[in-house]
């Protein structure tokens, strides 16, 4: 398995997400088992069924953040340039078709989160801005078409 690549923030959300679902989920839906368990019958039973699927869920949950926190490496370690866009980056665009500005951070795909304008690095989007510099105009393919940006700004 490769390197997982975080923020310290978002190696802190994974952690702490892992903790709630050990400490309090796992706890909830073993108890809700339980009490299915005792309604009887369990081929017929829709509690047992449903709290067991949410069992297996949580069990799937847990065991992929405990790969990938096991895989991680924290950006702030990693001697990345600053002079171009890669992973960490904090990216100031203009869209040249609708001249708005944009603010994208690059992160690994663990962590995106696009309403708080984190992008993953594999995203159309991320792919098409790795590698640039401030200044640079890059002609991005998305499903939706051809996004025109200007790099205005890189920060880290």
Same mark, same amino acid.
Do not use: W
């Given at each position: 398995?490769?390197? #997982?690549?975080?923020? %310290?923030?978002?190696?802190?959300?994974? =952690?702490?997400?892992l903790k709630e679902?050990? @400490?309090?989920?796992?706890?909830?839906? %073993?108890?809700?088992?339980?009490?299915?368990?005792e309604f009887g019958?369990?081929?017929?039973?829709?509690?047992?069924?449903?709290?067991? @699927?949410?069992?297996?869920?949580?069990?799937?949950?847990?065991?992929?953040?405990?790969?990938?926190?096991?895989?991680?490496?924290?950006?702030?370690? @990693?001697?990345?340039? @600053?002079?171009? #866009?890669?992973?960490?980056?904090?990216?100031?665009?203009?869209?040249?078709?609708?001249?708005?500005?944009?603010?994208?951070?690059?992160?690994?795909?663990e962590e995106a989160?696009?309403?708080?304008?984190?992008?993953?690095?594999?995203?159309?989007?991320? =792919?098409?801005?790795?590698?640039?510099?401030?200044?640079?105009?890059?002609?991005?393919? #998305?499903?939706?078409? #051809?996004?025109?940006?200007?790099?205005?700004?890189?920060?880290?």
């Open positions: 398995m490769s390197e #997982v690549y975080l923020s %310290r923030d978002g190696y802190a959300k994974l =952690k702490e997400e679902l050990k @400490e309090t989920e796992r706890p909830t839906v %073993r108890q809700a088992l339980q009490r299915a368990r019958d369990l081929s017929e039973n829709a509690e047992y069924a449903a709290a067991k @699927e949410r069992l297996m869920f949580l069990e799937q949950r847990i065991s992929k953040l405990e790969d990938t926190l096991s895989r991680a490496t924290l950006l702030e370690n @990693e001697a990345i340039p @600053e002079d171009k #866009v890669y992973i960490g980056a904090t990216v100031e665009l203009i869209d040249l078709k609708r001249d708005r500005e944009l603010t994208y951070m690059l992160v690994a795909p989160d696009f309403e708080a304008g984190k992008i993953s690095t594999t995203s159309p989007i991320g =792919k098409g801005l790795l590698g640039h510099s401030e200044g640079e105009e890059v002609e991005i393919k #998305v499903p939706a078409g #051809v996004l025109n940006y200007r790099i205005v700004k890189i920060s880290r």
